[in-house]
């Protein structure tokens, strides 16, 4: 379950590998909620994160990815000026029964 996060980036000391890095060894599918506004994250990461998914072991085919058109970064932060009330609700809605459908209770 990823609420906007990079998916590609500079690796440091800190962050040695990005998301994509480790797509190949995900045994389980991903639900990714980004907004299309969301100018920290370009939206052909996105793509490229689901075209290596696709590619993966057939759990991680199962991956998911919801872009929401008018919503920036942090669109579920209701105490920022980016929150996105419909966004929000729809994202936590999908999350629930992402985490339902996965057998998490």
Do not use: C
């Amino acid at each position: 379950m990823a609420w906007y996060g990079r998916l590609f980036g500079n690796k440091t000391e800190n962050t040695p590998s990005n998301p994509i890095d480790q797509a190949s060894q995900l045994k389980v599918p991903v639900l990714g909620l980004y907004g299309r506004q969301d100018q920290s994250i370009p939206q052909d990461t996105i793509e490229q994160m689901k075209q290596a998914l696709a590619n993966d072991t057939p759990p991680a085919k199962n991956s998911q990815f919801v872009v929401y058109d008018d919503a920036p970064h942090a669109f579920f932060a209701d105490y920022r000026p980016s929150y996105r009330k419909a966004d929000a609700e729809d994202g936590w809605k999908r999350a629930l029964a992402w985490f339902r459908e996965h057998g998490v209770k």
